[in-house]
């Protein structure tokens, strides 16, 4: 373990105060909500601290008409994963109000950051495997409540069973769940890095006599956040196992990617943290009080690593395994340190490179007029099995007011030894007149240097498999989505109203593309609306996300083409479609361009009825009131019309009104060109 850098070097992550900071869009952030008719979320501690504006996210999607009434009837987005050879692409989009981007050298910015992009899963399991849904399923729960915690009583030990009994007490079904319990209670439990600069802040001690990593400079009081661990959220690379892999960070200093991040990232180097045995037992207990390998084997505790791998697979011995081993990711060795070897697939290594330039004071798009984005390359899992996931970005922020690398414990405010920190919570600072005129300065040490944060709710990547054809594995699949919710710009704030992601999209004859959607039925955007504007501007049913797709000739038309004088569908062959395989076979470009017009709530052109999807039985309304709020698509080839590049541009006939919003796309299909 790397005491010095965990001491000193972790504390870049880590400006002021505003209520506007980090949201994401696609996948859709919820900033924790689930299914609100209000503006403001209900819960901002339900899973996470996001340190954001309580009007900001996007409710969990409905797959009908009706509001959903719980996590089975809920809509994940589904996507899926990499083939052995062909790439999935999804864009993760977002917008940050601090700015980032730029670097010391040639193109300074306000302030220091980095971006931290990543993602837990865990096999799609059945709900009647109730012990697993109880206690760490991923879910986004059916109500808007925290999970709780009950703490182990003061100065007791305890069994294994006694553990169990708080954990299985606390959890419950209908609450959301990302980190496990048994995360937040080593959390709870584990003395806290003393090693971090804490400012003039007083960090409190625990129940237990000492403070733990509960406690931090932006949380001094300990407060909960569903089974999120403070420090964890905090500090990046963190020197503790948790359950999440990297997928990128997007920094203004790309000279501390080789020399820091990579190195450090926990997809390459293993973390250890302190077990002990549960009493009269040799039970390996989850939680200890020591975060460091030398007080916790002098206290009879033992220094065991928990390696972060991809997924574990079925190999009886290492011979087995090896067999599987096509892509030189597969190994046989130890996971958890004291179990005996598995099979595992390694995670790659974490994506390091220039983020993104955004300016201050400005949730919007960068410099080049496009949403900020990073092209995520979906994991590839050898099991071919269903995967629930949830993706997380983290936006850190810090001045040059102090030295982010170079300040620990040693600068922390001590009055005893007459020690200032080199900032001090809204210090009067003298300009130097005659009068002694002092100038007040708006600082607040918890957040002068900062971290926000923003998180999907729960996706599934599917087996490339699902796909059901012989070169499943090798294409690859570039994914269109939409983002936003209803309202006009001031109501949706600091959310963003209707759009496609990406709204301009290049690809080559030989890449296919997975069109899908979801929405809400409950984006009513109420009372209470917070410091923002209630309302749900737009057309057809009141607090319902409807979207289409319908061919236009160019993007400053908003009349549709009539079939006839189309391209866009008549130039595509259907790969995949959620209608199923049966059906799937026989769709003519009539059928898909039917489709994607009615929401999915039409199945093909003629001689069928509405999808399983469509709900009313009845014609279908021409603001797609009766359409259903989610679309799971198709998975579409599409060529050149011509021998030159094809542009192909679309619209939702629902969303976009001139003059209050536009939604529309662009498809540039490369003439003959390889899969990209």
């Not at 090896?322 to 597969?330: C, E, M, Y």
Request: net charge neutral; proline share 4%; glycine share 8%.
């Amino acid at each position: 373990m790397y005491v010095f850098a965990a001491r000193v070097l972790v504390v870049l992550l880590l400006v002021r105060s505003c209520w506007s900071d980090c949201y994401m869009h696609n996948p859709r952030g919820s900033n924790n909500r689930l299914n609100e008719r209000s503006a403001n979320r209900r819960n901002g501690n339900r899973v996470f601290d996001s340190q954001n504006n309580n009007r900001g996210g996007y409710n969990v999607g409905d797959p009908g008409t009706a509001a959903n009434q719980g996590d089975i009837t809920q809509y994940n987005m589904k996507y899926f994963q990499s083939g052995a050879t062909g790439p999935s692409e999804l864009e993760i989009e977002w917008t940050n109000q601090h700015g980032c981007g730029g670097n010391e050298d040639n193109d300074p910015h306000k302030l220091n950051c980095n971006m931290v992009l990543q993602y837990m899963c865990q096999d799609q399991q059945t709900h009647t495997d109730s012990d697993q849904f109880h206690h760490d399923y991923l879910r986004n729960g059916a109500n808007t409540n925290t999970q709780q915690f009950t703490a182990r009583p003061n100065n007791r030990d305890e069994t294994a069973n006694q553990a169990y009994q708080r954990r299985n007490g606390d959890i419950d079904d209908d609450r959301v769940i990302h980190e496990s319990w048994m995360n937040y209670d080593r959390c709870y439990h584990r003395q806290r890095n003393q090693g971090l600069f804490t400012a003039d802040q007083n960090l409190r001690n625990g129940r237990y006599g000492y403070s733990s990593a509960i406690y931090t400079r932006q949380n001094p009081q300990g407060n909960r956040r569903g089974y999120e661990c403070p420090e964890e959220r905090d500090y990046y690379p963190y020197w503790h196992p948790t359950p999440w892999v990297d997928i990128a960070v997007l920094t203004d200093n790309v000279t501390h990617c080789n020399a820091f991040y990579r190195p450090h990232s926990q997809n390459r180097e293993v973390k250890y943290q302190c077990y002990e045995d549960f009493q009269g037992s040799n039970n390996l207990r989850h939680y200890s009080r020591w975060n460091n390998e030398a007080q916790c084997r002098a206290n009879n505790g033992f220094w065991y690593y928990n390696r972060t791998v991809l997924e574990v697979l079925t190999a009886g011995n290492e011979a087995a395994c090896r067999t599987l081993n096509t892509s030189g990711n597969v190994f046989w060795d130890r996971v958890f340190q004291p179990d005996s070897p598995v099979c595992y697939v390694a995670v790659p290594d974490v994506v390091c490179q220039a983020a993104n330039w955004s300016r201050v004071n400005h949730l919007g798009n960068g410099r080049d007029g496009q949403p900020l984005s990073y092209t995520w390359r979906l994991p590839h899992f050898i099991s071919q099995t269903t995967k629930r996931c949830v993706v997380r970005i983290r936006y850190n922020i810090s001045t040059d007011d102090y030295n982010p690398w170079l300040t620990n414990s040693s600068h922390n405010r001590n009055a005893a030894q007459g020690r200032r920190s080199p900032v001090e919570q809204n210090p009067n600072i003298n300009i130097g007149s005659d009068t002694n005129q002092a100038l007040r300065l708006a600082i607040n040490t918890a957040q002068f240097g900062r971290t926000f944060q923003d998180r999907s709710h729960v996706i599934q990547l599917l087996p490339r498999s699902d796909l059901n054809q012989p070169t499943s594995d090798s294409i690859s699949i570039k994914n269109l989505n939409v983002r936003g919710k209803r309202g006009n710009i001031v109501q949706t704030f600091p959310s963003v109203e209707y759009d496609f992601v990406p709204t301009r999209m290049t690809i080559n004859e030989a890449d296919h593309v997975h069109i899908q959607w979801t929405g809400s039925n409950t984006h009513n955007n109420g009372n209470p609306a917070g410091d923002g504007q209630a309302g749900d501007a737009g057309e057809g049913t009141g607090g319902t996300d409807r979207h289409n797709v319908v061919e236009i000739a160019s993007p400053d038309v908003n009349y549709p083409l009539p079939w006839e004088s189309t391209g866009m569908f008549k130039n595509t062959s259907v790969y995949w479609s959620s209608f199923g395989t049966d059906k799937t076979a026989g769709l003519t470009p009539q059928d898909v361009a039917v489709a994607f017009a009615s929401a999915g709530y039409y199945e093909c052109f003629s001689g069928c009825g509405e999808s399983a999807s469509g709900s009313t039985g009845d014609a279908l309304n021409n603001l797609l009131n009766n359409a259903p709020a989610s679309f799971q698509g198709a998975v579409l080839r599409f060529t050149a019309n011509t021998a030159r590049d094809t542009v192909y541009h679309y619209i939702c006939s629902r969303n976009n009104n001139f003059t209050n919003r536009s939604q529309k796309g662009k498809i540039t299909v490369r003439r003959g060109a390889p899969a990209k």
